[in-house]
């Protein structure tokens, strides 16, 4: 009697101690070989009747013949339950880790639909967000075959340009998307992609105002913004106009904010190394070295400063300057007192270039 | 108690083919009859040192004519035969009309090998035999003191089986020696082959997987034990000795923890205890993952596991389940087979049964992998019995994994904590110096820290003498 008192006793606090926890005692058949875990979805709106498209691959992450799946709908769950009617396998969303959104759908708000991804238990913060450009359906019917997994090296694509900051192409998950949206202080940015025929091509980074879409920065001006925001790795920095590449530069950005909020001066030390020339400039003399670096130099704060002037015009933040009013025990400031001082602010800009010029300089 | 008499010794020892009864006089007409058992007895001593010298003299009693024999004078009947059967020779004098025994044991037993269950590359290489004389001699050896105590006890009915207690006196915590002596007094069974039957009785949780006795055939092992306070049973015909009190991590630690740099052997510990883990939950993790968890995988494995497991008829479990039950099968048939036949039934069964289980589609590849690497962790505990119940732990992770997922798992490890929380060895705990804490003890736990840390006996002994190192400076 006594030892099965005490096995009721411990299979009761057992089960108790898993219950609070959140865990289901009895959880989900996810059995592997008979569900569908999807990695992307694709939503486009535009539609006349307010209802979205939304579309993915199906089988991933297989060696077989692959198929669209498209259903156009007004909720995004209504597309996710749609899919396990017209597909043999339970498609299950766990595992789902990009999101394309069609530019016309940025431009309208995303906060709906990421609130939907958002509150799903089962999809995970580090899912990527993507804004697409083109008919993003047909570049995946061109991706059919079984021997082309595009599901999955596009995944591997953002994973691998997120991990050390490469910032080659701009990466944003989920979480840090949430973040930007619901700061006071600063504007979430997306990368852009376009699609075209079979090839799916970065265009550059959107930035957003709140949740909507209002402008794009692409080439130079994306590569200076993957400078300035947090610091990141560039491999190669493009400046045509000074014929000139610069290589593995990695910028240390200090941003002085004044008290009043009257000014803004941003000092950037650039290192990094010639890679390429083309011009007449001979490096190896120390004159003519000196002239080029603040050439560079010149080029680099006009054009950051003309990047930083574009943003204050749109009242929009992406690369979080507003995050320098924030201070300990002291109250933190309204969306609209940033953005009244922020599109007056004064800029001072002053880069620092720091060259290996691979090569003698005398 | 019954008299001794010719008459019913002869009884006693009818349809024994091997019992000898021999008559012999000498010059001055004595009459001295032998009774023995030929097989148990060294004859060639007998003919030599006993039957010779005892024809041919002419003294007036065995104790005078055999003066370097060690002769024990018998009352009983029931002690006669008992010596009888441990190879004595009855010497009966007519003319005194006394009973006589000499020990004349046969000494056949195989000499001292080199240990097959506890290999290590370096070190002592001796390891106990069956003969318990030779055992003790190895322990005497390296532990000349004469604190070091042996006391003698015989268990089983039909056995008659002696089993040596043995301890450093003054030294180990006196609790242990007189909780183990009660052990042993009131063991009441008819036979005891090995050492494990004797742990079995003594042990204080029978019905565990856990075994709360080291067996060792180590004498270095053995020694060491008996120095830092803990009892050592030797039992005779069985080269492995049991050592108590134990904990859990002591069936993790292995001779060569202390030959190698302690800095290598701090690194080879942890590996233990990961593999051992390894090898309980690495399946069942599986299992779980594949059944309940996809979200969990990493989309890279997710990629793999799904091609591999596109096609299989089998559920994770019973994909699993099989796997393992035909592993352990290749396991036990090459543990019987000879040591050559052994060694290709391993590459039969690992190699190619698994290459043609995944080929067939009834296996994937990832689990083979696994099971692999699952097999190869259960060898690096040192223990082999432990090695034995991680397979039976595994089993309950599995079902746990398969009903539950990664909660199960995790009920079973608390489960299988708790459990060996409540176990004992020698009625001390188990899970000493985890719990109870002994700070003092970690230094020789997860890690093998240096010698010169090692100053102090464990706290979790209690030892009388706590010291390992002369206390006087200068």
Redesign the interface.
């Given at each position: 009697m006594t030892r099965f008192l005490r096995t009721t006793i411990v299979l009761l606090a057992s089960f108790l101690m898993i219950l609070p926890c959140g865990c289901v005692p009895l959880p989900e058949n996810n059995m592997i070989e008979e569900i569908t875990p999807i990695i992307f979805w694709s939503v486009k709106g535009g539609r006349e009747d307010g209802k979205i498209t939304i579309s993915t691959l199906v089988p991933p992450l297989s060696k077989e013949k692959k198929r669209v799946l498209t259903l156009n709908v007004s909720l995004l769950n209504e597309g996710n339950k749609g899919f396990n009617l017209i597909y043999h396998n339970e498609l299950k969303a766990g595992q789902i880790r990009l999101l394309f959104v069609d530019e016309a759908y940025a431009k309208r708000g995303l906060t709906s639909l990421i609130n939907t991804v958002l509150t799903d238990p089962n999809i995970s913060k580090r899912l990527f967000l993507v804004i697409t450009k083109g008919n993003f359906d047909e570049f995946l019917a061109k991706h059919l075959d079984e021997k082309d997994s595009i599901d999955f090296y596009l995944y591997r694509m953002f994973k691998h340009y997120e991990k050390k900051k490469q910032g080659e192409i701009t990466v944003v998950n989920l979480h840090q998307f949430m973040k930007m949206l619901y700061s006071q202080v600063s504007d979430p940015q997306l990368p852009v992609f376009r699609a075209e025929g079979e090839q799916l091509l970065y265009e550059g980074t959107a930035l957003f105002d709140w949740d909507r879409m209002v402008a794009e920065i692409r080439g130079q001006d994306d590569q200076i913004s993957q400078l300035l925001y947090r610091d990141r790795f560039v491999r190669y920095l493009v400046l045509p106009d000074l014929s000139v590449t610069l290589g593995h530069i990695r910028a240390h950005t200090r941003k002085k904010l004044t008290s009043d909020l009257s000014s803004l001066s941003i000092e950037i030390d650039v290192k990094g190394r010639i890679d390429e020339l083309d011009s007449l400039t001979r490096i190896e003399d120390n004159f003519q070295y000196v002239a080029l670096t603040q050439k560079i130099e010149r080029y680099l704060e006009e054009n950051v400063f003309h990047l930083l002037s574009q943003m204050q015009h749109l009242r929009i933040d992406p690369l979080q300057i507003g995050g320098l009013t924030i201070k300990p025990f002291s109250r933190p400031i309204t969306r609209d007192t940033w953005d009244r001082h922020w599109s007056t602010m004064k800029i001072n800009v002053k880069v620092r270039l720091h060259l290996e010029p691979l090569t003698k300089v005398k | 108690m019954t008299a001794i008499s010719l008459e019913a010794l002869e009884q006693s020892l009818a349809l024994m083919e091997d019992a000898e009864i021999i008559n012999r006089q000498t010059p001055d007409g004595l009459h001295f009859t032998f009774i023995y058992i030929g097989t148990i007895i060294d004859q060639e001593r007998l003919n030599e040192s006993i039957m010779e010298p005892l024809v041919r003299s002419f003294q007036s009693s065995v104790e005078k004519s055999l003066i370097t024999a060690k002769i024990t004078r018998l009352f009983n009947l029931e002690q006669a035969l008992q010596d009888l059967l441990k190879g004595s020779v009855l010497v009966h004098d007519s003319s005194s009309g006394r009973w006589n025994a000499i020990l004349l044991p046969n000494s056949l037993s195989r000499s001292i090998e080199t240990s097959e269950t506890e290999t290590i590359m370096f070190g002592p290489k001796d390891s106990f035999s069956e003969q318990l004389e030779q055992n003790i001699l190895l322990i005497r050896r390296r532990l000349p003191l004469t604190a070091l105590k042996t006391e003698r006890y015989t268990v089983g009915s039909l056995t008659q089986t002696t089993v040596v207690l043995m301890y450093i006196d003054g030294l180990i915590n006196p609790e242990f020696v007189d909780y183990a002596k009660n052990k042993l007094s009131s063991i009441d069974f008819d036979m005891f082959l090995d050492s494990s039957h004797v742990a079995a009785f003594i042990e204080d949780h029978y019905h565990s997987i856990f075994p709360q006795y080291l067996q060792t055939d180590r004498p270095d092992s053995c020694a060491h034990s008996l120095g830092i306070g803990k009892l050592v049973i030797f039992v005779n015909n069985t080269p492995f000795a049991l050592v108590a009190p134990i904990t859990l991590f002591h069936l993790f630690q292995s001779p060569e923890d202390y030959i190698n740099r302690w800095l290598v052997a701090s690194f080879l510990r942890p590996l233990r205890y990961l593999s051992f883990l390894l090898s309980i939950t690495l399946i069942p993790f599986y299992v779980a993952l594949?059944?309940?968890?996809?979200?969990m995988?990493p989309?890279?494995i997710?990629?793999v596991?799904?091609?591999s497991?596109?096609?299989?008829p089998l559920?994770?479990f019973w994909e699993a389940f099989i796997i393992l039950i035909t592993l352990e099968i290749i396991k036990e048939a090459s543990l019987r087979m000879p040591t050559k036949t052994s060694q290709n039934l391993g590459v039969i069964g690992g190699i190619v049964i698994g290459q043609a289980a995944v080929e067939a589609g009834f296996a994937s590849k990832v689990l083979i992998v696994l099971a692999g690497i699952s097999a190869i962790s259960t060898f690096l505990v040192p223990n082999y019995l432990v090695t034995k119940s991680s397979l039976l732990l595994q089993f309950m992770f599995l079902i746990f994994a398969s009903?539950?997922?990664i909660?199960g798992i995790l009920?079973g490890l608390?489960?299988m904590l708790?459990h060996l929380n409540g176990l004992t060895s020698l009625n001390q705990p188990y899970l000493a110096p985890v719990s109870p804490f002994y700070w003092r003890d970690w230094v020789d736990l997860f890690v093998r820290g240096p010698l010169h840390a090692m100053s102090i006996r464990p706290d979790a002994l209690r030892p009388l003498n706590k010291y390992r190192v002369s206390r006087r400076r200068k």
């Open positions: - | 594949t059944t309940h968890h996809y979200q995988l989309l890279q997710l990629y596991i799904i091609e497991r596109s096609k299989l559920s994770p009903y539950l997922g909660p009920l608390v489960g708790a």
